[in-house]
């Protein structure tokens, strides 16, 4: 054959095959997420600490996403009304839940009926921040400083007494780590919340507590209550004075701290792009500057920017030192 020939006869079946594949039904891309108003769920009432903190980030997460952003105010049951919404929304991205160690870990490891697995039942996608925990003590106890307060506790076992917000409360449940540490004993005091317990301790008829920053701030500002120690890695910058637990020479609070944990999750399979596209934009408002100073001077809270890897694994340490705090508590008879 011609070589003038050959090449015509290719370039023809060449055009055809392209008529044929251009007349072929194309598949419909999907459209980029997040393309419709997403509705974000708090297991809180409207105007609690929690709904106060969520409203202006969502503002902001909705100005980084061009989208909508509906915050849909769930409380009651234990988390279960909320957690039941996002279990049966479908996995698409357009229902979130702000969950807190509360809902994440303690409910979940003293076995509140909360019928969900975090783990096998949300996705996480990334953190908002904590409420660091405060060891306060009246202000007639002779220690003055965390360091003779630990040693007084371990050389008077059972001497000293501790408020808390009720029997298997996360002010419960942090002391009885911090006397598992120290090898010593205090007579537990439930009370009907924390907010009772620090005013017990104020009038001094309890001796010490550790309750969330939210809580015993405003009291040891206004000089009723001393503070002792602190749960957090550093020291905060409102009580500079006061150490973290491991500078007062007591290791491992830190990675067992409950308080005001708040994190994005949302139903389990979420699509991995769609949980890091929130992921990314949450932590873009947390880690800068204008959202730190917010969440530390107006809510006492620690801004706290991790990943979705990050936020899991943070879950599945807590509940693990949680549920050896459980054990322990089971078997000491003044729990």
Sequence with gaps: MEPEKWARRYWLAT???????????????????????????????????????????AKK?????????????????????????????????????????????????????VGYDPLRDFSFIGTIGIHPGILVARNNLPANDAHSLFAYARAHPGQLNFASGGVGSASHVM???????????MVHVPMSGDNQAMLELAAGRVDVALTAAQ????????????????????????????????????????????????????????????VQIIGKALRQIISSSEESITLRDRFHMEPYAKTSEEFRHLIQIQIRNWAEIAERMRASPRS
């Design 175 to 185: 002391m009885e780590y911090v006397l598992s540490a120290l090898h010593t004993d």
């Design 61 to 113: 997460l909705a100005h980084l996403l061009h989208v909508q952003i509906i915050v849909l105010n769930r409380p009651g049951g234990n988390f279960a009304v909320a957690s039941n919404v996002l279990k049966a929304s479908p996995a698409d991205g357009y229902t979130l839940l702000v969950a807190t160690g509360s809902m994440l870990v303690q409910n979940y490891v003293l076995g509140k009926n």
């Design 15 to 57: 055009a055809a095959s392209l008529l044929l594949a251009a007349s072929a039904p194309v598949p419909a891309l999907s459209a980029a997420y997040p393309s419709r108003p997403i509705t974000l769920i708090v297991p809180f009432a409207a105007g609690s600490s929690t709904d106060s903190v969520v409203r202006p980030l």
């Design 215 to 274: 809580v015993a701030l405003p009291l040891v500002k206004a000089g009723r209550v001393k503070a002792m120690a602190v749960t957090t890695p550093e020291r905060l910058a409102y009580l500079p004075n006061v150490p973290t637990f491991s500078q007062a020479g007591l290791l491992g609070v830190e990675s067992v701290h409950p308080y005001g944990l708040a994190g994005l999750v949302g139903p389990a399979g979420m699509p991995l792009v769609d």
